[in-house]
């Protein structure tokens, strides 16, 4: 496609639900990134792939963050059983790697009410 | 102390004005970004920087290695640039090509 493509854009879930947030980078981007923004803040990394492999897992702030990026397209992260705490913008960003720039998605804003 | 830092945190200008942000940077860095980020969330790539100076219209980005320190400008600003600016740059010292955010730069230029 012609950018990072988010679903959904919003999402608002009841604490202990499980969501799903689903990110369709560039076609071709082998390096795929997920962001955590809070209110006010900036972005925060929380796990890097390339092609389908996960590098850093690093920026996971919790056991209950999961990503997958299976065939090294579309990736997946999915937390289990929110928090109000996970309440943010979740940001995926896409790259060809190495010294190209990054192509940011529009963002899923998830509310844990 | 955040690896990243800008500022100021909030700008307020009036329509024309030259504008200035900053940021400063503890580690070293392959490369340096200025993002904007409007209401909604979506991001967008304005400048990727290793050296020197880089322009885009109104827009112009310099970088100084030595002092670890950036500056985007805008010249004669206008309402529609009103968003937060986001600084921020790949270390050397992390693994694979991710970014470290500074907490962004609220612009607001009034008509």
């Known amino acids: 496609g012609a950018g990072v493509s988010q679903s959904p854009r919003y999402k608002v879930a009841k604490r202990g639900q499980d969501v799903a947030l689903r990110c369709d980078p560039i076609?071709?981007?082998?390096?795929l990134f997920w962001y955590q923004q809070a209110l006010g803040q900036g972005p925060e990394f929380l796990t890097y792939?390339?092609?389908?492999?996960?590098?850093?897992k690093s920026g996971l702030p919790s056991d209950r963050f999961f990503a997958e990026r299976p065939e090294g397209s579309v990736s997946t992260l999915k937390i289990q059983r929110t928090q109000q705490e996970d309440s943010a913008v979740y940001l995926c960003?896409?790259?060809?790697?190495?010294?190209?720039?990054?192509?940011f998605g529009s963002g899923t804003r998830l509310t844990v009410v | 102390k955040n690896e990243v830092e800008q500022s100021p945190q909030n700008l307020t200008a009036q329509e024309g004005e030259f504008i200035t942000i900053n940021c400063s940077y503890s580690v070293g860095i392959s490369a340096l970004h200025w993002l904007q980020q409007h209401p909604g969330g979506g991001i967008v790539s304005l400048f990727m920087?290793?050296?020197g100076k880089k322009k885009h219209g109104r827009l112009i980005a310099t970088i100084n290695i030595q002092e670890k320190h950036s500056s985007l400008h805008i010249t004669a600003s206008h309402p529609r640039d009103s968003a937060v600016y986001i600084c921020a740059v790949r270390s050397e010292e992390t693994s694979g090509s991710r970014l470290t955010f500074g907490e962004g730069t609220q612009l607001t230029v009034n008509p």
């Open positions: 792939f390339q092609n389908e492999a996960q590098l850093d």
């Open positions: 960003a896409s790259s060809r790697g190495g010294a190209y720039g990054y192509t």
């Open positions: 920087l290793s050296s």
């Open positions: 076609s071709g981007h082998v390096s």
